[in-house]
């Protein structure tokens, strides 16, 4: 079944660790996002990918990065954890659009709820 | 950038009782989703409505693009229906698709 998986699904951690949450979706699209939710607030987007080799900042500035080696993984990695990172992230894709200025359905994974201690 | 409002903020209701929730914006748009957000942080897909009217068991949505709103229905509510309820629109001009969420409503169902 098409699907979108994160992992972890929780993760506590200590502060100036590097962590890497994984996502990886088997629908066969080609446009990848990653979100950031504080608790009981709006997502916000902080990086998104076109395909294989793109990568480009969202509207919220984060110190993470991503990478998109594969159409199917888009891997995110903070190089050095704080209490400030402590959200949950949501990974989610869509369809590229077959006509000029019409946008796809998104799709979202479980997300991963990140503790920093 | 686009404003995306939503109201009510916080809605409780009696099992059984029906609901509407609301969501405005500010600029055009060509994408349009309502979802529902679990307990457990999870967003479930309600609906992809840029315009027009869609129907799914005792949901249902309208979106009025040339007025710059959509509405979520919600009917024979039940305790499983309870969890925080998104909008999010695509701007028909530059947001390259990218979703812009707005602060969604906390709803809670009551046995």
């Known amino acids: 079944e098409a699907d979108i998986y994160q992992t972890p699904r929780y993760l506590v951690i200590g502060t100036g660790k590097k962590i890497t949450l994984e996502c990886s979706q088997t629908m066969g699209h080609d446009k990848m996002y990653w979100y950031q939710q504080d608790p009981g607030m709006e997502l916000h987007l902080i990086h998104y990918?076109?395909?294989?080799?793109?990568?480009e900042k969202g509207d919220l500035s984060s110190e993470s990065t991503v990478s998109r080696i594969r159409t199917e993984h888009f891997p995110l990695t903070l190089e050095s954890a704080r209490p400030s990172h402590t959200s949950q992230y949501l990974c989610?894709?869509?369809?590229?659009?077959?006509?000029?200025?019409?946008?796809?359905?998104?799709?979202f994974g479980p997300g991963t709820r990140l503790t920093v201690l | 950038g686009i404003q995306v409002e939503q109201s009510p903020p916080d809605l409780i209701l009696q099992e059984g009782a029906n609901s509407t929730l609301r969501c405005n914006f500010s600029?055009?748009?060509?994408?349009l989703q309502w979802f529902h957000q679990n307990p457990w942080g999870q967003l479930i897909n309600l609906f992809y409505i840029p315009s027009g009217t869609k129907q799914n068991g005792r949901l249902s949505a309208t979106t009025v693009a040339t007025e710059r709103y959509s509405l979520l229905y919600i009917s024979s509510s039940q305790t499983t229906d309870s969890g925080v309820y998104f909008c999010?629109?695509?701007?028909?001009?530059?947001?390259?698709?990218?979703?812009?969420f707005g602060k969604g409503t906390k709803l809670s169902v009551k046995p």
């Open positions: 999010a629109v695509a701007r028909s001009r530059g947001s390259q698709g990218n979703l812009i």
């Open positions: 990918s076109y395909g294989v080799n793109s990568t």
């Open positions: 989610a894709s869509s369809e590229p659009p077959r006509l000029a200025g019409a946008y796809n359905e998104q799709f």
């Open positions: 600029d055009s748009v060509n994408n």
